[in-house]
């Protein structure tokens, strides 16, 4: 459906010729201007109306155009004359009302343009800011060793040369001697100044300040008033001490000399004209002037820092190893609760930022809401709002991690050096759910066996391993000697976990792993990684780790081979736990000897795994898989090559090379044998014989 | 164990030194500070 507007109801006069014409020329100047507002003026020119007429088959003159508008006065209004009129009207068919030129008397432009004149501010002196010295850090304290002590172990801060207690009479002094100078120069007109005021320094005493008296501002003469009516008053005692120096500040009196006009007559007749020039004070007649003046109190010039004379006599701490000598320093504030320490940083506890209970309760509740321990960076960032660019941003972690570790029953410190986590209790435990961590620590006990006197930790850059079956199905690592030369050594003394990153460039994927370290009767052990080596490799992979240079970061990376396909043991939980295999597709480089295949295995299928009692005890396992995978030897007994047992006893529980080795050629029921004919293989003979 | 023997003064002036920093400091930083002092003062 088309909707048209409809024509303005407008009714046209004079006679009809004329209202004709001017019907048309009105719809012409409606066409004309169809995209204006109602109210819009339309501008068309006579001569254009007359020639758009004739186009429209209506042939006029000016003159009966003219005619014919002229009596429609309501409606047209035409501006000009001749060729330049301009015929006027809006859609409405009334005559326009002519445009009101705004007032832009006051615009914000107008505004930019004359600005107004500079205003006459208070005279009353601004007090410097002063920066406490404690806050200008290491680049301050490196002045303060390089001037002379004189006191050895000063803990105060001591103030410098121009730091001072400033007295009201000071203040007053410095405000008259500016607005004195003001009067002489600008004529009143403000300006604030940041000048030290000359003759007073030295004076702490608001006893000997100088109290003095001026008219305010407002109340200033406006012409000089004249010598005589200015009374000094100053004490006896001061005056007439023989040792006491009296001296009149130098800025105050040339002040109170251009105030009084003195016998400069020039600087009254410049103070004349420089106030003609400018803006006109009005100055009330001037009150007496007291002046009581100052004595000023010479004092010794403050050293910047007393230096400690005793460590003139310290050659030793200034020829000592700085190993040494933080060594000693360790041992020396290691006990003390002045001190802050934290990852081997150390501050003053007093200057170390606190903590309300409402921000420890926002990075409590942040940690639990991301469901996984966080940074000390990430915790500062986001609960803090502390940018790293900022200057405080260190402060606040050490601050934040020196806190955190004094609230020990809500937050555990799982980070590294260069990577502080942070956790929570309730957290969900990071990795497999099917043994608890303790379990699994216990089993691993063996490790603390073969682990070397001396640890070192991070003492190798990249170390390999070989998954075995056990490891696989939990998705960790053990915390052997190799492994342990690549992670970090535990930053806190009574730490038991340590979060690290594993990143696998092959993938592009960092793994969230949590780092379980040895305990007196626990192995230690990496739990976490169930999704790597469930999406990468099989049981019998080759995997290399490498440290970085940030020791909570890793990098895992397999071997990548073209696929291959075998049939290989899974564990099948779905009802009652039990082995089989299953035809797996990998990529992944692999140990051939670790390989659990069925092809190498068969009568592993179908099995059970061993229960908990039998388990604990590696004798009951290796017999166990002496009767799973050995070959029977004329129904006495079973017998395997090591490398093969190795790799099944892994099946059930962990066990070293070492360990299976020992249980072998240790065992007192003399059920364990090694073959003398064989190549490295061993014999189980049960109790009872098989069958 | 440690070969330099620290005195209660030196101790007091570490403590000064850490009051005085704004930030936190390492151990090492420490030593050299102190050290970089006893140099200066029997010089």
């Known amino acids: 459906m088309v909707v048209s507007a409809d024509a303005a109801n407008v009714t046209f006069s004079g006679t009809k010729k004329q209202q004709a014409l001017a019907a048309k020329v009105f719809e012409l ?8 507002s109602s109210d819009a003026t339309i501008r068309v020119r006579m001569t254009s109306v007359v020639e758009g007429l004739g186009k429209h088959g209506e042939s ?11 009596a429609n006065k309501a409606v047209f209004v035409i501006d000009g004359t001749g060729d330049d009129a301009v015929l006027m009207t809006t859609r409405d068919g009334r005559v326009p009302v002519l445009e009101i030129v705004p007032d832009r008397s006051h615009s914000f432009a107008q505004r930019f343009m004359t600005p107004l004149p500079k205003p006459a501010t208070p005279l009353v002196r601004r007090e410097r800011t002063r920066v406490d010295r404690v806050w200008e850090g290491l680049a301050g304290l490196s ?26 009479a000071e203040r007053d002094a410095a405000a008259l001697a500016a607005s004195t100078d003001d009067l002489a120069v600008a004529g009143m007109v403000g300006e604030e100044s940041d000048r030290d005021v000359a003759g007073t ?23 000089p008033v004249a010598a005589g009516t200015v009374t000094v008053e100053a004490p006896e005692d001061i005056a007439s001490g023989p040792d006491t120096t009296v001296e009149a500040p130098e800025a105050a009196t040339a002040a109170i000399d251009d105030v009084i006009g003195g016998p400069d007559t020039a600087d009254e007749a410049a103070l004349s004209e420089t106030a003609a020039d ?18 000023v109190a010479v004092a010794p010039p403050t050293p910047v820092r007393p230096a400690p004379a005793a460590m003139a006599a310290r050659a030793d701490l200034a020829n000592a190893d700085v190993a040494d000598l933080a060594a000693a320093i360790t041992e020396q504030l290691r006990g003390d609760n002045r001190v802050a320490h934290f990852g081997g940083q150390v501050w003053s506890e007093d200057r170390v930022p606190r903590f309300s209970r409402g921000d420890l309760r926002r990075i409590k509740d942040y940690i639990e809401e991301q469901e996984q321990p966080l940074t000390d960076t990430a915790l500062v960032q986001d609960i803090l709002g502390i940018r790293p660019q900022t200057p405080d941003f260190e402060a606040m972690r050490f601050a934040l991690n020196f806190r955190l570790s004094r609230e020990h029953r809500d937050y ?19 990795g497999t ?14 490790l603390l066996d073969e682990a070397p006197a001396a640890p070192g930790f991070r003492t190798q850059q990249s170390v390999d391993h070989v998954v075995t079956f056990y490891e696989y199905i939990h998705g960790l690592l053990p915390m052997d000697a190799n492994l342990q030369s690549i992670l970090p050594a535990p930053l806190m003394p009574d730490q038991r976990s340590a979060v690290l990153t594993f990143e696998t460039p092959q993938s592009f994927t960092t793994y969230l792993v949590e780092l379980r370290y040895p305990s007196p009767n626990r192995g230690g052990f990496i739990l976490g990684l169930d999704d790597f080596y469930a999406e990468n490799v099989v049981p019998g992979a080759i995997l290399s780790i490498t440290a970085t240079e940030n020791d909570g970061h890793f990098r ?61 005890r590696p004798e009951s396992v290796i017999a166990a898989t002496f009767e799973r995978i050995g070959g029977q030897q004329d129904g006495l007994g079973y017998s395997v090559s090591f490398g093969r047992l190795f790799t099944a006893v892994n099946v059930e529980r962990p066990m070293s090379e070492r360990l299976l080795r020992q249980t072998l050629e240790g065992d007192e029921s003399g059920a364990f044998a090694k073959d003398p004919e064989g190549d490295d293989v061993y014999t189980y003979v049960p109790s009872r014989p098989t069958g | 164990m440690a070969t330099v023997d620290l005195r209660p003064e030196d101790v007091q002036y570490l403590l000064s030194i850490l009051r005085s920093s704004s930030q936190p400091m390492t151990i090492p930083q420490l030593a050299e500070a102190i050290k970089a002092a006893a140099a200066r003062a029997g010089a």
């Open chain 1, 143 to 168: 002045e303060e060793f390089a001037a002379p002590r004189q006191e050895f172990g000063r803990a105060e801060i001591v103030r410098r040369e121009d730091e001072r207690i400033v007295s009201q």
């Open chain 1, 29 to 36: 100047l409606r066409w004309q201007g169809q995209f204006l």
């Open chain 1, 60 to 70: 006029a003159t000016v003159a009966e155009a003219t005619a014919a508008i002229a």
């Open chain 1, 556 to 616: 895992i990376e397999y071997i990548s081979q073209a696929n291959q396909n075998e049939r290989l043991l899974e564990l099948d939980e779905r009802r009652t736990a039990r082995y089989v295999f299953r035809p797996t597709a990998f990529h992944c480089g692999v140990e051939d000897d670790y390989l659990l295949s069925e092809e190498r295995f068969p009568r592993l299928a179908s099995e059970k795994p061993l229960d908990d009692k039998a388990r604990r």
């Open chain 1, 278 to 295: 400018s803006v006109v004070v009005p100055v009330a007649p001037a009150p007496p002037v007291e002046v009581v003046v100052p004595v």
């Open chain 1, 201 to 223: 320094a030295g004076v702490d005493d608001t006893d000997e300040a100088v109290i003095a008296t001026v008219p305010a501002a407002g109340e200033l003469p406006e012409t």
């Open chain 1, 412 to 430: 555990d410190f799982v980070g590294t050096g260069d990577q502080r986590f942070w956790s929570i209790s309730n957290l969900a435990q990071i």
């Open chain 1, 433 to 446: 759910t099917r043994r608890k961590p303790n379990e699994i620590g216990t089993d691993y006990r063996f």
